[in-house]
């Protein structure tokens, strides 16, 4: 079965940096891409980007752009999102889920979760 | 634009029909997608390509799609349909989520 399982809570100081991993089971790592999307405590799910696991293709969303890195290491199965220059607004739960090899559009699968605390 | 507007709340009683709607531009050339999210939980996928169910989604949750807008029913509500709802569509250059929409069953 397909599984996506993310790296545990992280409490960073503003400024600092954050890297968040996903390892994929169950299906051909490669056949997929992955997006990351974050939830602001009681707030709506906020699309973040997209990496291709096939050839590392990415597409971030315009307000991250600058701060964000997608990253996929195909030996291991397991894709990385890295933010930068953190604020306290960053504070969310960062999930990664599967999607299109080619575009953003099939989010099916997704990980558990990971809550990242900006915090001075 | 590629917004995707939802009603904040939906209240039913159990046995009776929600009805969840999505509206945005986008929605006239892209398929949508519904999310369910219970409180502590990642996000379920309930419906794809507007009306399509993936397997082991109940029956009672089905999708339709007119013009800017896609809609979420879901007949015979149970207990444990109470949630929250997202949609989701692929813009040109990003990918966007609906407001989302609290379902209340009691």
């Known amino acids: 079965q397909v599984q996506l399982v993310q790296s545990g809570a992280e409490v960073k100081k503003p400024g600092a940096s954050v890297k968040v991993s996903c390892k994929a089971s169950?299906?051909?790592?490669?056949?997929?891409?992955i997006s990351w999307v974050r939830q602001a405590p009681g707030q709506g799910l906020e699309w973040m980007g997209w990496i291709s696991a096939y050839n590392g293709n990415t597409n971030y969303a315009q307000k991250l752009q600058g701060r964000v890195t997608m990253t996929t290491d195909t030996s291991t199965s397991t894709a990385y999102m890295e933010l930068r220059s953190l604020r306290s607004d960053d504070t969310a739960v960062y999930y990664c889920?599967?999607?299109?090899?080619?575009?953003?559009?099939?989010?099916?699968?997704w990980g558990q979760g990971t809550l990242v605390t900006v915090s001075s | 634009s590629y917004e995707l507007t939802q009603p904040s709340s939906v209240s039913v009683s159990p046995g009776q029909t929600a009805r969840i709607t999505c509206s945005g531009d986008v929605l006239a050339k892209k398929y949508a997608r519904w999310f369910q999210q219970k409180p502590g939980q990642a996000p379920v996928l309930v419906i794809y390509k507007d009306s399509e169910r993936p397997s082991g989604i109940p029956e009672r949750f089905s999708g339709s799609s007119s013009g800017t807008t896609v809609t979420l029913t879901i007949s015979g509500a149970q207990v444990e349909d109470e949630a929250d709802y997202y949609c989701y569509s692929a813009a040109d250059t990003k990918g966007v989520f609906g407001t989302g929409t609290k379902v209340t069953v009691l």
């Open positions: 889920a599967r999607d299109r090899v080619d575009n953003w559009n099939d989010v099916d699968y």
């Open positions: 169950g299906y051909t790592f490669t056949s997929y891409g």
